[in-house]
């Protein structure tokens, strides 16, 4: 099965998941469009979190960065004069070192990505949406930014008039997850924001058209028709669909399996679970559900 994987709700199923599943039962691609260079290394926010949550090192209050982290090097840049965007814990820094130095050398962000999987004691398959950059851009009364300038840096607060790929066009999925759309049956979209999670994932050149048979599973990120955190409202309205269950189906197309929390008003064709992960014990319960639903569907 692949799991296509953004921001903090995948993630949080992820947990579940692969207390479920053998390693090589469970493969991840990840979004790369908010992935920035920060102190002269490549962040790659939602490729890291996957990692560190496959490794049993995630921060799990805040889902991102690695539980129990410092922070000296950040606090100190900003005693320097020198204040960074994200807030980049010491290991999580070196972790971004270790990718960014081997990308220098040449090698991709796929091939980064698997010497870390291997460093980490990762043994399910994490590969990135592509090798290409792609940028999620949005477009605010102040002008358009980068995604992580409008979310981090003004934490939101401006209104969205719309947004972009940067790059999309260009852009090729990863040999890994090429090999993964040629091998795998299922592809499970996860409760992550469907606009900047999902979205770009699924707007790679090609990706659609290889999607066409295979079993195609969506959960929505909504819980009783709201999004637990984040501006996934705020950007689907942007892009033209209310922010609801039917909206993110709207987003996704055709899908074979479409699955909503119990509160859900969605009235069209779907399963329902409680998607709520307050928990690990949670987020192990909803695996469960999810797999016993496909292998029943």
């Not at 990308?103 to 999987?117: F, I, P, V, Y």
Request: charged share 25%.
């Amino acid at each position: 099965m692949i799991v296509a994987s953004g921001g903090t709700g995948t993630p949080k199923l992820l947990l579940g998941l692969k207390e479920q599943l053998e390693p090589d039962e469970l493969s991840v691609v990840v979004n790369t469009a908010e992935d920035m260079w920060i102190s002269g290394n490549l962040v790659t926010p939602d490729l890291d979190t996957v990692l560190y949550t496959l490794a049993g090192i995630v921060d799990e209050q805040r889902w991102w960065g690695i539980a129990g982290d410092s922070f000296l090097t950040h606090e100190f840049l900003h005693s320097l004069g020198r204040p960074e965007l994200l807030a980049l814990g010491d290991r999580d820094r070196a972790v971004q070192i270790f990718r960014s130095d081997l990308m220098r050398q040449g090698e991709s962000l796929s091939d980064a990505t698997q010497h870390l999987a291997q460093a980490l004691g990762v043994k399910q398959r994490v590969v990135p949406m592509t090798d290409d950059p792609v940028s999620t851009m949005i477009s605010t009364p102040s002008g358009e930014m980068h995604f992580q300038d409008y979310w981090v840096g003004l934490k939101g607060n401006l209104p969205v008039h719309s947004l972009r790929l940067k790059g999309i066009d260009k852009a090729r999925p990863s040999p890994g997850f090429l090999h993964l759309l040629k091998e795998e049956k299922v592809v499970l979209l996860g409760p992550s924001n469907p606009v900047t999670s999902i979205g770009p994932i699924l707007a790679l050149p090609g990706v659609r058209e290889r999607l066409s048979g295979k079993k195609i599973v969506a959960m929505s990120p909504l819980v009783g028709g709201q999004p637990v955190s984040g501006p996934a409202a705020d950007f689907m309205r942007a892009c033209g669909v209310p922010a609801s269950d039917d909206g993110v189906l709207s987003l996704y197309g055709k899908v074979d399996l479409f699955i909503v929390d119990k509160k859900s008003r969605y009235r069209g064709e779907c399963a329902r679970l409680d998607t709520l992960m307050r928990s690990k014990e949670d987020s192990i319960r909803l695996a469960r559900d999810l797999l016993e639903l496909i292998s029943c569907s």
